[in-house]
């Protein structure tokens, strides 16, 4: 059992005042399709190697405090509140974001994570983070000297990747000082304008009839180099990407396990627009360090996937020509926003449910979460919680950058079937201990 105590509560601001003409940032189109709602982030830090007065907890605090201060001077909407339900913006009035202290007691960080599980959830400030706030920050230490920083971010204003620019951010100031490599940009709203009125904010299902876990399944380098093999079409130049490589598996995996019940199932795949964007003007195009969602879903049509390994590289085929649907269409060449409400919509009527099963991958691969450095090494460890999801399938990498860590959230009857399926486990494990690698 983790037993977490709160030691204090306190509010960083930025530590230097918005300017007045940025007090106001308007969400894009994507965001304004986004439920305002709240996922906690996990980087874990074994106990530094040296102890000192640098490495005390009492130091590593008022070192993440003073330079995440400094990061929100950057990050400056993250220290506002969302304002105006009927046309959301956020006011960027600089009132802070809530800091907390946490420890926990007869409890080591490798025991946490044996194995990773919704007790994660203790370390998220999730409990002082609600309402128009976008951001809080949870610093929690274990008993072997080891600690971990909970991010509980809005999904309002940040993807992965504007996430995962925040966390390198804030590393690089609290590493080596005040300069950042690449500043953050506020300039969604320029590329897909909002619209008025809103659309409706993707609704986020609730699903408190039925218990909802998570497992975390780690595909090994060689067996992702197998899979990709496997995957590969006879006229293919080169292998499959990861993604496509495992997300063609678990399609069939879980087309295998609704056959039983002789129920069709779709794909719902995550596709960033960075980087994808034809327009005229570079100006007007998703930067890395755009802050802000980027990501449009399409789905998969209604079919029964094969169960035999042969069958993937048709299923390679079918995720391939989403994405490039996305690539030729008008939404990329003229970035024209009707399609992003068209794609939304189709979404959520799949996600509402039917006879056919929806299941959704997203991918945080080559995201650069272990290089957050902030002074006393690189995380051994990251993930997140999604909540109440389910049917749901999240890609990260594993620590060494050669394997997939898949996260997958689904009811306790269907987890149960899922992590018995042989097709799955021919390729990956469940991980026993994160720290195992």
């Known amino acids: 059992m983790m037993e977490v105590e709160e030691v204090s509560v306190e509010?960083?601001?930025?530590?230097?005042?918005t300017p007045s003409h940025l007090r106001t940032h308007k969400f894009s189109l994507i965001d304004q399709c986004i439920g305002h709602a709240h996922f906690p982030v996990f980087l874990f830090y074994s106990s530094p190697t040296t102890t000192t007065t640098t490495t005390?907890?009492?130091h590593i605090l008022t070192h993440l405090r003073s330079s995440l201060s400094k990061t929100l001077t950057l990050f400056y909407p993250l220290a506002g509140r969302l304002n105006d339900p009927l046309n959301p913006h956020i006011h960027c009035n600089d009132e802070g974001v809530k800091f907390v202290h946490a420890r926990v007691h007869r409890c080591t960080l490798s025991q946490a994570l044996a194995p990773p599980d919704h007790r994660l959830d203790q370390l998220s400030p999730k409990q002082h983070t609600t309402g128009d706030q976008l951001l809080g920050i949870q610093v929690t230490f274990f008993d072997c000297g080891g600690f971990a920083i909970g991010v509980y971010f809005s999904h309002k204003i940040f993807d992965a990747r504007s996430l995962c620019t925040f966390v390198s951010c804030w590393a690089s100031i609290g590493k080596i000082g005040e300069s950042v490599a690449q500043q953050p940009r506020f300039d969604s709203a320029s590329i897909f304008p909002a619209i008025d009125p809103p659309p409706t904010s993707s609704a986020l299902p609730d699903f408190a009839a039925e218990r909802v876990v998570f497992k975390v399944f780690r595909f090994e380098g060689s067996k992702i180099e197998f899979l990709k093999?496997?995957?590969?079409?006879?006229?293919?130049e080169r292998p499959p990407s990861r993604v496509m490589a495992v997300s063609a598996l678990l399609w069939m995996v879980f087309a295998a396990m609704d056959g039983e019940k002789h129920r069709p199932c779709q794909l719902a795949m995550a596709v960033s627009l960075r980087g994808r964007l034809r327009m005229d003007s570079?100006?007007?195009n998703f930067h890395e360090n755009t802050i802000g969602n980027s990501a449009v879903i399409p789905v998969s049509p209604q079919m029964a996937?094969?169960?035999?390994?042969?069958?993937?590289?048709?299923?390679?085929k079918v995720l391939n020509d989403m994405v490039r649907r996305i690539d030729e269409s008008d939404l990329v060449r003229r970035g024209e926003g009707t399609e992003?409400?068209?794609?939304?919509?189709?979404y959520d009527a799949e996600a509402a449910g039917g006879e056919c099963r929806l299941?959704?991958?997203?991918?945080?691969?080559?995201?650069?979460?272990?290089e957050a450095d902030f002074g006393w090494g690189k995380p051994v460890w990251?993930?997140?919680?999604?909540?109440?999801?389910?049917?749901?399938?999240?890609?990260?990498d594993t620590k060494c950058g050669e394997g997939v860590e898949a996260w997958v959230w689904m009811t306790e009857e269907d987890m149960a079937r899922f992590e018995s399926m042989p097709e799955l486990l021919q390729f990956a494990a469940p991980v026993r201990n994160a720290l195992d690698h």
């Not at 299941?359 to 272990?370: A, H, I, K, M």
């Open 305 to 316: 996937p094969p169960r035999d390994l042969t069958g993937l590289p048709d299923l390679v």
């Open 56 to 58: 005390h907890p009492s």
């Open 340 to 346: 992003i409400l068209r794609l939304m919509d189709s």
């Open 229 to 236: 093999a496997k995957a590969k079409g006879s006229g293919d």
């Open 359 to 370: 299941y959704e991958v997203t991918s945080w691969l080559r995201l650069p979460f272990y």
């Open 11 to 17: 509010v960083i601001k930025p530590s230097t005042s």
């Open 282 to 284: 570079e100006a007007v």
């Open 382 to 396: 990251f993930g997140y919680l999604l909540g109440r999801f389910k049917n749901f399938i999240s890609y990260l």
